[in-house]
């Protein structure tokens, strides 16, 4: 896992390297600069023969890319530097470079409004441009010449690389404010800071790479960071390889309790995710009605047929055999197509205070508890809850726009509240544990935006949890690998014609990728 942190985060670290560590500022500014010049240089091949614009303002962020220019025109790259403050006005660090950049040669125009339209011509003429604006600081929409030098930026089409965060976003919580920088590569400086990875902002990053500026790991470590991003390789440690003599019980049994008439779909797609993950056994609780198309296919899972009302759901006198079938399961799906009949919700409401195995909750039966809020608190076990944001808001009673703009904030507490596992789903989906650690998963693509898509998510968090996984590391090594099959799909087909049914049959592709 890498750590992800926020401004106040980011700026604690800063100011403890150089006041604990004896770490100077304009090392640290020097070691940024250097991670940025390596970086470009390693990006072009032809790098020596490309004309780079640097465009600086008066914080770190512009120090920075001061250093950057310095460092290009020592190694006789054609730079330029566009500074968007008076020189004179520079403070600290970030004055101390302008001098040095300065004084060894480096040209530097400083940009007014009466000289705005030189940009013109060495936008036209440019290879490169380092977006060095604004850091992650910024909380307020851009405007005046900040705002107008953006707008030529992002119209000259040419290759943007930002400066730990690209101009105009709001590091924090991943809301565009107002114009922003539209990057080819964002160099994040130290550490990811969340508006890397949460969207709308994750979109405008381009491609992103982490850039070391020699902060002490230790110091890192010691701030306990609460957020961090899923790597592929996290998954390799988690999984282990099967005994030669294992068999089908060594790997866990799954009940799904999903579907309805009109939707059995969900139930199906919730057992066969599970049964692709690796579980050893599936068994498939439905409404008696949809139960005999289950029968003979999937061949694979097994049924139970359940009282059902009079619209083909869930009756509340299936509660007996329902708990029954529960007991000795190695985890619970519950939710993919119940539908909200209120008979049915009624089951939910008596039923799941009294399961005592990992539960993994989705859709109807989260909206099941939406209307008995209460009955999370009686949970006998960490259950895993799996909301999209619409979900959420009937459970909390937040605005939909608000748990959009503060998803880890929202999550975080909902999670330490309840006691339970949240996987709040969506682009960059977030996982918070009950002790507030929250994970950002970076796999996924819009074509995932699919009916099914969630319960086959559930089936195979299920999966991991019957095979002893914890619930934090089933709900994020499921995430990951659910979303990256979606991204493996894509890539080799399109992101448009992707349907739930899809990520079944690129799971096992996914799981050979990362675990071997």
């Known amino acids: 896992m890498k750590k992800v942190a926020t401004t106040r985060e980011m700026q604690k670290i800063d100011s403890l390297a150089i006041s604990s560590y004896g770490i100077e500022g304009l090392e640290l500014m020097e070691s940024a600069g250097i991670g940025i010049a390596k970086a470009l240089k390693k990006r072009f091949c032809d790098f020596s023969k490309k004309e780079v614009l640097i465009f600086c303002g008066k914080g770190n962020n512009g120090g920075d890319g001061l250093v950057v220019a310095r460092l290009l025109f020592n190694m006789k790259i054609n730079v330029a530097v566009f500074l968007l403050e008076k020189q ?8 101390t470079n302008a001098e040095l950049a300065f004084k060894l040669g480096v040209k530097i125009t400083e940009l007014d409004k009466t000289n705005l ?26 405007s005046g010449l900040y705002k107008q030098t953006i707008e030529k930026i992002n119209e000259s089409k040419k290759f943007i690389t930002a400066v730990d965060i690209p101009s105009g976003i709001n590091s924090d919580t991943g809301i565009l404010v107002g114009d922003c920088i ?3 590569l964002t160099l994040a400086l130290a550490l990811f800071k969340h508006s890397h990875l949460l969207f709308p902002a994750a979109a405008l990053m381009g491609e992103l790479e982490l850039i070391d500026i020699e902060i002490p790991p230790e110091l890192v470590t010691s ?6 991003v899923t790597e592929e390789s996290d998954l390799r440690t988690w999984f282990h390889r099967r005994s030669a003599d294992s ?6 049994h799954v009940l799904v309790i999903a579907g309805s008439r009109g939707k059995g779909g969900a139930a199906g797609l919730t057992a066969l995710a599970a049964l692709r993950m690796g579980c050893g056994l599936v068994t498939l609780a ?3 009605s949809c139960q005999k198309a289950f029968e003979f296919h999937p061949l694979e899972v097994m049924t139970v047929p359940a009282p059902e009302t009079a619209v083909g759901t869930f009756a509340l006198s299936a509660k007996n055999i329902l708990l029954k079938h529960s007991k000795g399961m190695s985890a619970i799906a519950i939710g993919p197509g119940l539908s909200t009949e209120p008979e049915t919700v009624q089951l939910l409401r008596e039923l799941l205070p009294v399961i005592d195995c990992p539960l993994i909750i989705d859709a109807d039966a989260v909206n099941a508890l939406a209307q008995s809020p209460e009955t999370i608190s009686q949970l006998k076990t960490n259950a895993i809850l799996t909301p999209h944001p619409k979900e959420m ?6 605005e939909i726009s608000k748990i959009v703009e503060k998803r880890i904030e929202v999550a975080r507490k909902f999670a330490r509240d309840h006691s339970v596992t949240i996987v709040l789903k969506g682009a960059a989906t977030i996982i918070s544990q009950p002790n507030g650690l929250t994970t950002i998963n970076p796999t996924g693509n819009p074509g995932m935006a699919t009916a099914g898509s969630g319960d086959i998510l559930s089936g195979i968090i299920a ?3 019957a095979q002893g996984f914890s619930s934090p590391k089933a709900a994020i090594a499921g995430t990951y690998l659910h979303g990256l099959s979606g991204d493996i799909f894509a890539q080799g087909e399109s992101q448009t014609s992707l349907i739930a049914g899809d990520l079944l049959r690129t799971l096992p592709e996914t799981i050979k990728r990362v675990l071997h």
Do not use: M, W
């Open 88 to 95: 004179v006005d520079l403070k600290n660090d970030t004055a």
């Open 117 to 142: 339209h030189l940009l013109d011509d060495h936008l036209k003429n440019c290879d490169i441009i380092v977006d060095a604006l604004f850091g992650t600081g910024l909380t307020r929409p851009i």
């Open 182 to 184: 539209r990057a080819d």
């Open 223 to 228: 701030q306990a960071l609460e957020v961090q």
């Open 247 to 252: 068999h089908k019980g060594n790997y866990g």
């Open 286 to 288: 439905l409404p008696e």
């Open 393 to 398: 808001s009937r459970v909390t009673g937040i």
């Open 463 to 465: 999966s991991l949890v």
